[in-house]
């Protein structure tokens, strides 16, 4: 069975940064493309960033593009989102998602996910 598991969530002021992490288990880590969405309470699910296996395409949703850098550790079949400058509207909870091929332009919908963790919470306070 294929799991996602999220980590690095928390509490931050405006301003801050922080760190999320993903790891993919059970399922061969370079077919896939990985990508992060998240959804505020009320809102639909959004498309935050993807990145192909070798790293070397990446795609960021408007709202994070500049502040949000997305990143892979291929040795520990990890996905990483560092997150800067944060912004109270970016409180939500975050989702890590996969996608069964190489291909993260396919992974900025929601249709386009295979997979999908099960979120971590990140409040930013101003």
């Known amino acids: 069975q294929v799991q996602l598991e999220e980590s690095g969530g928390g509490s931050v002021q405006a301003g801050d940064s922080l760190s999320l992490s993903c790891v993919l288990s059970n399922a061969p880590w370079e077919r896939h493309a990985m990508g992060w969405f998240r959804q505020a309470p009320g809102k639909e699910r959004e498309f935050v960033a993807s990145i192909s296996y070798g790293g070397s395409i990446e795609f960021y949703g408007d709202a994070v593009q500049g502040r949000f850098i997305i990143s892979r550790v291929n040795a520990k079949n990890a996905v990483g989102l560092q997150m800067s400058n944060l912004k109270s509207e970016d409180t939500a909870v975050y989702f890590c998602?996969?996608?069964?091929?190489?291909?993260?332009?396919?992974?900025?919908?929601?249709?386009?996910?295979?997979?999908w963790g099960q979120g971590t919470q990140v409040t930013v306070s101003s």
């Open positions: 998602a996969a996608r069964e091929d190489n291909v993260p332009a396919l992974l900025q919908r929601k249709e386009g996910v295979d997979y």
